[in-house]
């Protein structure tokens, strides 16, 4: 004890229970009274004075050309909801819907599972109703409590073009693909979001922001009134996303390929912007909306074609010819052979007891450095290549983007393959591998994997002697610059003049690229990839230039031969339709300044 | 019943009550953060979860402190606890915000602890000397010990705690002895401002105070002085009201009746008692309230958090709870009747009136039986701050009621 001891007395002590026990009968007598003998009022009341939150939705930004031509933007929809608080039995509620407006009970049932996140939140049932549809819904809407339709806004292609590898899609945010969704409390079911290509990239730029409206609701949906006191709060459109594509120039390309099987990229050697972005085979971009059939979807999906593939970001090819320059850069720079030093080709080559050939049977004499790239000359590069050691020669390809992202703007890339001694020695053991694979490699086959799109930061450095941007379809500061500093001006000149000749001389592989326009300079090279599936890819890659509109390319075709017959001619018909579409323009210009 | 301050009795009892209040405070936060949107660590659910861990460490420790700490630090924790209350008021700008503070990312509401710190400096002064309590002078001093906190507390202004803060003071003047027709006399004059305003009222007041007079036979001079001051107080309580401007009086009535902002607490309560309403006898369901999940409930974590139960789980659930509140709070009285000492009694006596009054006021409110607002719920409202301190006091009752023979 510490001071004082404790007298309370024993009337005290019940007294202050009695008390105790007043407070809570007065309590529990109030809430009986709410909860038993006036339930029924308030339960009326509470299906009577239902809320309901609705998320409002602004446009998603669109997607427009270079020339501000819209390329996607929005279009209305009217889509069938369900609310499963109000819904009695969701079976036979479905079977009276299909069999109302004419649809798959079955495709109804399977949405109302997959859209399902919780008692009170609207299950989005199909979409694409039809006037005839909704107004039939109307007629029955007694029938019908907990069935509803809204309009929602639908991407909406606009132009002719399709470039869907590089647009990407939107997907409906649902129960299965939220779990894949990083920042997924900003998205509630239903809500658009970017699934790939730019939509995905850029999805902060274009989606809207969301804004909130609260509804008294009756028991059967029916609004009945603003709530007071509860703000509306105003979406905000997202901002559209001005592109560098030129959607004439895609169109024509995308025609060109038609019943092809390969890709096109045209881009400005300078600035990194890229123009054109053509798959072959492709898809339309309206296959992610709407109801896609899955007879369709599997039809894509099993196309031997491969239509889904991004073959300019993740196609990975032999770069074949293409990839000789690098050699010779580093030749010129460390002068580990002299560039007049001459190799006999006679169209084959023996290494130890294999023998590798050049394309050319016949052979192609005596050829030094210029001859061996205007001609291709396989067989000079298997004499030069033994000269570099292998792990420079891998630190080249490296610094021309081989190998590593080129930093495009697009949600994902492939690095491609550059083998080094490293690599070659994981994969066939230390002791497990010769000289001989380098041989292959010093022509663009064997190991040595590209994507095309690191093909065309390939070009256009040579275009700019070693200064360009990263490739992109969104001028912003993320785009960084590509930078080759240890290669010095003599060298890329005397490699832009080689690229000249080969599409201007007479004996130069790249011949058949050349529109002949006057002023048009075009330089190139060719290449031909070996692969097991069967005829070689042709390839042709290069750029053109004349007054200040500058171009380059990287055409792919699959399985078709050699890329000087196959490819270069692919490069003719854009540069004609790039150029000569210009000259038009100026000529048009010159007569209304003759006027 | 006299003998039963010599037998021991089961302490530890009050521990199970309390698990099942937290039991139902999960279910009815897990409830609620159904339709929170956002991620699971965020919702109040999980965080409830940490601060039960912080609750338990701190019933751990205030169970451990010996009673003597108790007593003889009383002083200056209450100095250091009024200080706290005061210092939000200075350091934060906004009105709202104006009871934290914020030590790190953690806000603490120090005015939670200040509840039951003045109860244990009030229990030294009425225990270190046998005062005995047979005029009202002597209420003096226990009074001001309470005023002070919680005139500072109802400044900030934060109505509801400030009454959970005074509520102890009649049980625990009651408790040490004080007569009856004292502590009448001391409310008398909130009854004679609030009938003021209301002839019949006013009239029936009248005739009650005359009437309680007459029965406790005090001195004439005395009965009549109270009589007539109450008479004039209630008289002149209108005349000093319609001095006042009309936005004072405004900012009064909104004060006590939250129901005249028509966007705010009318709302609220309507919502709460259809919740309640609603919920009937067994409730609508686990996570199914339409009042709950359709977020037409108002703070239904913290203030309204026994209407979520009422609805999802009915009546049969409310009913349940103030039995196992009725228990506790019994418990507690009983600990306060067998402990041989005075200062641990007088404390005891305060946490049990704290948890009633805040049962009661909150329980009150969310059915519209009274218009205070901003109270939680003992042991089921979420909020770090409150959780801690109710768990703190029931470390003291525990600790106390052990060593009831001391």
Not at chain 1, 257 to 279: A, D, H, Q, Y
Not at chain 2, 196 to 218: D, E, M, Q, R, Y
Request: proline fraction near 4%; charge should be neutral; hydrophobic fraction near 45%.
């Amino acid at each position: 004890m510490l001071k004082t001891s404790n007298e309370t007395s024993i009337r005290r002590y019940i007294t202050l229970n009695v008390l105790v026990l007043i407070i809570f009968s007065i309590l529990i007598t109030k809430f009986f009274q709410l909860q038993v003998v006036r339930h029924n009022q308030y339960k009326e009341k509470a299906n009577i004075n239902s809320i309901r939150a609705e998320s409002l939705h602004a446009p998603r930004g669109s997607i427009l050309d270079r020339n501000g031509e819209i390329i996607v933007d929005n279009a209305p929809t009217y889509v069938l909801i369900a609310l499963p608080n109000v819904i009695g039995n969701i079976d036979s509620t479905i079977s009276i819907i299909s069999q109302l407006l004419n649809c798959d009970s079955t495709l109804l049932s399977e949405n109302y599972k997959k859209y399902y996140y919780g008692y009170f939140t609207p299950v989005r049932l199909i979409k694409d109703l039809t006037f005839e549809q909704i107004s039939r819904l109307e007629e029955h809407k007694l029938d019908l409590p907990g069935i509803d339709y809204k309009q929602i806004q639908e991407r909406h292609y606009a132009s002719n073009m399709n470039g869907s590898h590089f647009l990407g899609y939107v997907v409906e945010v649902d129960r299965i693909n939220i779990k894949n969704i990083s920042s997924s409390n900003e998205y509630n079911y239903g809500d658009l979001i970017g699934w790939s290509g730019l939509e995905k990239s850029y999805e902060g730029y274009l989606r809207d922001q969301k804004g909130v409206e609260y509804k008294a609701v009756d028991a059967y949906g029916r609004i009945i009134g603003e709530i007071a006191g509860r703000n509306r709060i105003v979406p905000k459109p997202g901002k559209d996303l001005v592109t560098t594509i030129d959607s004439e120039l895609q169109r024509f390309i995308e025609d060109l390929m038609v019943g092809k099987r390969g890709c096109v990229i045209v881009g400005e050697p300078t600035t990194g912007e890229i123009l054109s972005f053509v798959n072959s085979p492709n898809y339309s971009p309206d296959l992610f909306t709407g109801a896609t059939l899955s007879d369709d979807w599997n039809q894509i999906l099993n196309d031997p074609d491969k239509p889904l593939l991004n073959r300019i970001t993740h196609g990975l090819y032999p770069p074949g010819s293409t990839i000789k320059m690098i050699a010779l850069a580093y030749i010129l720079e460390h002068k580990v052979i002299s560039p007049d030093k001459q190799f006999y080709c006679s169209g084959k080559y023996r290494f130890g007891n294999r023998t590798f050939k050049c394309w050319n049977e016949a052979g192609h004499g005596y050829v030094n450095l210029d001859k061996a790239l205007i001609q291709s000359c396989n067989v000079y590069f298997f004499n030069a290549i033994q000269n570099i050691p292998l792990n420079d020669w891998a630190e080249f390809c490296r610094q021309f983007g081989f190998g590593g992202k080129t930093g495009i703007d697009l949600p994902s890339e492939s690095f491609g393959n550059v083998p080094d001694e490293k690599y070659f020695n994981l994969r066939y053991g230390e002791k497990g591998w010769t000289q001989g694979l380098k041989l292959n490699i010093a022509i663009g086959q064997g190991e040595t994997l590209v994507t095309p799109i690191q093909l065309l930061t390939y070009i256009n450095l040579f275009f700019t002697n070693g200064f360009t941007k990263q490739p992109h379809f969104i001028e912003s500061s993320r785009v960084k610059n590509v930078k080759i500093e240890n290669i010095s001006k003599n060298t890329w000149d005397r490699l832009n003049g080689l690229l000249f000749q080969i599409v201007n001389d007479k004996k130069g592989t790249g011949q058949l690229a050349n529109p002949h326009i006057d002023g048009l300079k075009v330089a190139g090279k060719t290449g031909t990839a070996e692969n097991p599936h069967g005829e070689p890819h042709a390839l042709f890659i290069g750029y053109a230039v004349k007054d200040d509109i500058k171009r380059s390319f990287v055409i792919l075709l699959e399985n078709v031969g050699h890329g000087g017959d196959e490819a270069a001619p692919i490069a003719r018909e854009i540069l004609s339709y790039i150029y000569e579409d210009f000259n038009m323009e100026n000529n048009n210009k010159n007569v209304i300044n003759a006027e | 019943m006299l003998s039963m301050r010599n037998k021991t009795t089961k302490v530890y009892i009050i521990i199970i009550p309390i698990v099942f209040l937290i039991i139902i405070s999960l279910m009815a936060l897990y409830s609620i953060s159904l339709h929170q949107n956002m991620q699971f660590y965020s919702s109040s659910f999980f965080k409830q979860l940490i601060f039960l861990i912080f609750g338990i460490i701190a019933l751990i420790v205030m169970f451990n402190i010996p009673i003597k700490l108790y007593h003889k630090y009383s002083i200056i924790i209450y100095i250091l606890a009024t200080i706290a209350i005061i210092v939000p008021s200075f350091i934060s700008s906004s009105i709202s915000a104006n009871r934290w503070i914020h030590i790190g990312s953690i806000g603490v509401q120090p005015s939670e602890y200040a509840k039951w710190i003045s109860i244990i400096f009030l229990a030294r002064y009425l225990s270190d000397r046998n005062i005995k309590m047979d005029n009202m002078l002597s209420f003096t001093i226990p009074i001001l010990i309470i005023l002070l906190p919680a005139f500072i507390v109802f400044s900030q202004p934060d109505l509801g705690t400030a009454i959970i803060m005074i509520a102890p003071i009649l049980p625990i003047l009651f408790w040490v002895k004080a007569r009856p027709y004292h502590l009448f006399i001391l409310i008398a004059p909130i009854f004679s401002i609030l009938t003021a305003f209301h002839n019949i009222s006013f009239t029936l007041w009248g005739i009650v105070l005359v009437v309680i007079i007459l029965l406790s036979k005090p001195k004439i001079w005395e009965g009549v002085t109270v009589f007539f001051g109450n008479i004039f107080l209630g008289l002149f309580a209108p005349v000093i009201w319609n001095i006042l401007h009309p936005y004072q009086q405004k900012r009064i009535l909104t004060l006590f009746n939250p129901e005249l902002d028509p966007l705010g607490a009318a709302y609220q309560i309507i919502q709460s008692q259809t919740a309640i309403g609603s919920g009937g006898l067994f409730g609508k369901g686990w996570m199914l309230g339409t009042q709950t999940q359709l977020k037409f409930l108002p703070v239904q974590e913290t203030d309204f958090i026994l209407s979520v139960i009422g609805e999802e789980f009915g009546f049969i659930a409310i009913l349940a709870i103030f039995l196992l509140y009725a228990f506790i709070i019994y418990k507690i009285i009983q600990f306060a009747y067998i402990v041989k000492d005075r200062f641990t009694s007088i404390i005891l006596i305060g946490i049990a009136s704290i948890l009633l009054a805040q049962v009661f006021v909150n329980s009150a409110m969310t059915v519209g039986l009274i218009p205070v607002k901003g109270l939680p719920l003992p042991f089921i409202s979420y909020g770090g701050s409150f959780l801690v301190s109710s768990f703190m006091m029931i470390g003291i009752v525990l600790n106390f009621a052990s060593h009831w023979s001391d």
